[in-house]
């Protein structure tokens, strides 16, 4: 089946011959008419700038396996483990320690099992989520200032996905939830959605479904993982892609062919892009096991966008090859970079066929610093980070590459250089911040 977004969400994933560019007032991106392939894409074409940020290490600063960094105006936000217990520590934008935000206890006024955190600028205030005492309001310094709500959060009222974002947007609060259904549903057409609005007491108050589950709801349920035993395949799927780029919310539900924006007044989601290609999907079944053949990596599947003032970017995959499309906004031309990637296998006990996975980084050329760029979060609709963590073999940079690499700006390659130079085995991450133009 052609992949290819119909403007009508809920007729997403028939085929069309439509390759005008154009289609009523949505434009689309064509990955499969005169696209340009290139060896790299450079950052600088999407950023204004790149700051190098070592985050300080002190008895009190220093970090664990991090979870999600969040970048805003004036500071810098870790969630890490330690122990197995989330932390969440505040650093100033040039990587000074300055403080942790709440306590762990069993206290009224402290929290444990955190998942999740949101930063509200306006009000300078951090809402700490988790999932056995609800949603805590502390100031910036890490006072504590009421409890959003004290409930044992409200994933019980959906279907207990395997993960979960928060997102505010203009003050409104939104949920994403991925499928991974681990309890018994009772009505699943109105409980498997994906993407809530939620009210000032953090209920829902508007639901959104990918449009891909829709009419698949009954055959979800009917494989569904249970938490009782886990010798047992399930249906799941990529968590949804979102971004708040130029003040805009917009997302992307996995599978689908559609970017969506986010409309105030109309409390929904429209169609902002459609993306159209030849290549052709894989049996719904096929590609959403947990436990896949590995046919099911043949498919052509995108999984992530990232807009910016000039370009939008696509990360996606067929086989063990990354893709990552640049489509130029003003002329409608569209490159593609090529990697290879590695589709690794790990062997469960209680299954016969090994757990299949490949990973699809977001990758750059540091035209700026030297070296590639990884976009491993996004804040803000502002900034891009990548995260340096000493030690690490998958999260570090080749000094060397650096040297022999060519930059715009020779004094901050310099910088560079010397800073991961100096890092030892005691020393934080270290952040490499792009700011969008």
């Known amino acids: 089946m052609k992949i290819f977004l119909l403007l009508m969400p809920l007729l997403l994933g028939c085929s069309s011959n439509n390759r005008t560019g154009e289609m009523g007032r949505t434009p689309v991106i064509n990955l499969s008419d005169k696209v340009a392939e290139v060896s790299s894409l450079p950052l600088s074409e999407a950023t204004a700038k790149v700051d190098v940020i070592p985050l300080q290490s002190t008895e009190k600063s220093i970090l664990g396996r991090i979870l999600k960094v969040q970048v805003t105006n004036d500071y810098i936000w870790v969630n890490h483990i ?27 006024e402290e929290f444990t099992r955190m998942s999740d ?45 395997k993960s979960s974002q928060f997102i505010l947007y203009r003050q409104s609060f939104f949920l994403s939830q991925n499928l991974c259904v681990i309890k018994p549903i009772d009505n699943p057409k109105d409980s498997l959605w994906s993407i809530a609005l939620m009210n000032s007491a953090f209920n829902k108050d508007k639901i959104f479904k ?168 996004r804040s803000c609709g502002r900034y891009w980070v990548d995260v340096l963590e000493p030690g690490s073999d998958d999260n570090w940079i080749d000094v060397e590459q650096i040297k022999a690499s060519t930059s715009c700006d020779e004094d901050k390659n310099q910088y560079f250089i010397r800073t991961l130079e100096v890092v030892d085995e005691d020393s934080n991450p270290i952040l490499v911040i792009a700011t969008l133009k």
């Open 210 to 377: 990918n449009p891909v589950h829709i009419g698949k709801e009954k055959q979800i349920v009917a494989h569904r993982a249970t938490p009782e035993s886990g010798a047992v395949n399930y249906l799941t799927e990529n968590s949804s892609s979102f971004d708040l780029y130029n003040d805009e919310f917009t997302l992307k539900y996995p599978d689908t062919d559609t970017i969506y924006q986010y409309d105030m007044e109309r409390k929904d989601f429209i169609p902002q892009y459609a993306i159209f290609t030849e290549e052709k999907k894989g049996d719904y079944e096929l590609t959403h096991w947990w436990i896949k053949d590995r046919k099911s990596f043949d498919y052509f599947t995108i999984t992530g966008y990232y807009p910016t003032k000039d370009y939008i970017y696509l990360i996606g995959s067929k086989g063990d090859e990354i893709y990552t499309f640049c489509y130029n906004k003003e002329d409608k031309t569209v490159r593609k970079q090529v990697r290879e990637g590695s589709i690794t296998e790990r062997k469960l006990p209680w299954f016969s066929q090994p757990f299949l996975h490949i990973d699809r980084p977001f990758v750059l050329k540091n035209d700026l610093l030297g070296g590639n760029f990884t976009v491993d979060y």
């Open 117 to 161: 955190f949101i930063i509200d600028e306006e009000h300078q205030e951090v809402y700490i989520i988790t999932t056995v005492s609800g949603i805590k309001v502390y100031d910036f310094e890490g006072n504590y200032k009421r409890d959003a709500t004290k409930q044992k959060l409200f994933m019980d009222e959906a279907f207990s996905a």
């Open 82 to 108: 330690i122990d197995s217990h989330g932390h969440l520590y505040r650093f100033s934008r040039s990587g000074k320690y300055l403080n942790k935000i709440g306590k762990l206890g069993q206290g009224p």
